[in-house]
C-alpha cells in the first residue's frame, strides 16, 4: 500500500518562499512519475509539476521559472520548491503517484 504524505506548507507573504515535501511509503519514486498538484477554493484541481523516473520535469505555465520539483531517491522523497509566491498560489497542495494522493497541505500567500 502506497502512503504519501506531505509537508512544508504555511502562510507567507507575496514574494516570499516555501518548500514542500512529500514522502513516500510503499512506492519507489525512482522508478516513477511523482506530481505536485493544487486546489484553491472553488476551483478544479491542477497539476503543478511533474518528474518522470528518468528525471524529467514539467510544470504548468503559471508556475515556470518560479518553482522547482526535485527529488531525493537516497530518502524517497520528493520536493516543490516555491520561489516568488503569489497570492494565487494559495491553494491546498497534494502528492500524486499512480492512483494514489497525499492528504494535501495549505500554502497560504498574503499580500
Known amino acids: 500500500q502506497v502512503q504519501l504524505v506531505e509537508s512544508g506548507g504555511g502562510l507567507v507573504r507575496a514574494g516570499g518562499s516555501l518548500t514542500l515535501s512529500c514522502a513516500a511509503s510503499?512506492?519507489?519514486?525512482?522508478?516513477?512519475?511523482v506530481g505536485w498538484y493544487r486546489q484553491a477554493p472553488g476551483k478544479q484541481r491542477e497539476l503543478v509539476a511533474l518528474i518522470a523516473s528518468g528525471g524529467t520535469t514539467t510544470y504548468t505555465d503559471s508556475v515556470k521559472g518560479r518553482f522547482t520539483i526535485s527529488r531525493d531517491s537516497a530518502k524517497n522523497t520528493v520536493y516543490l520548491q516555491m520561489n516568488s509566491l503569489k497570492p494565487e498560489d494559495t491553494a491546498v497542495y497534494y502528492c500524486w503517484q499512480a492512483n494514489n494522493w497525499g492528504q494535501g497541505t495549505q500554502v497560504t500567500v498574503s499580500l
Open positions: 510503499g512506492s519507489i519514486f525512482r522508478f516513477n512519475t
